[in-house]
C-alpha cells in the first residue's frame, strides 16, 4: 500500500475555491478505483464526493457540476477541484488510491 498525503485544505468564502490533491509514494498508473470521501462535523459516516472507478467517473449529486476529480499519473496524485463552494461542503475530506487513505483534511467554507 502507497502512503497518502494530502494538501490544499484551509478556509475559503462562499461561492471561492480550492483544489484538493492527495499525493502517493507509489505508481497510481495501475490503481482502478481512487476517489475522495468527507465527513461533515458532528457526523460519524463518510459520504463518497467524487470517484474514478476503471475510468469511469462520478460525482455525489450535490457537488455535481461544482467539483472535478482528475488523477496525474505523472506525479501520482488525485486531484479534486472545487469550484462554487458552500458553506455546506465543510468537512474533512478524505482521499483514497486503492486500499491506502489519507489521513484527512479540513475545508472550511465560512464567510
Known amino acids: 500500500q502507497a502512503d497518502l498525503v494530502e494538501s490544499g485544505g484551509g478556509l475559503v468564502q462562499p461561492g471561492g475555491s480550492l483544489t484538493l490533491s492527495c499525493a502517493a509514494s507509489?505508481?497510481?498508473?495501475?490503481?482502478?478505483?481512487l476517489g475522495w470521501y468527507r465527513q461533515e462535523p458532528g457526523q460519524r459516516r463518510r459520504d463518497l464526493v467524487a470517484?474514478?472507478?476503471?475510468?469511469?467517473?462520478d460525482y455525489h449529486d450535490s457537488v455535481k457540476g461544482r467539483f472535478t476529480i482528475s488523477k496525474d499519473n505523472s506525479k501520482n496524485t488525485l486531484n479534486l477541484q472545487m469550484n462554487s463552494l458552500k458553506p455546506e461542503d465543510t468537512a474533512v475530506y478524505y482521499c483514497?488510491?486503492?486500499?491506502?487513505w489519507g489521513q484527512g483534511i479540513q475545508v472550511t467554507v465560512s464567510s
Open positions: 507509489k505508481s497510481i498508473a495501475s490503481v482502478y478505483t
Open positions: 483514497y488510491i486503492g486500499l491506502s
Open positions: 470517484y474514478i472507478s476503471n475510468e469511469k467517473i
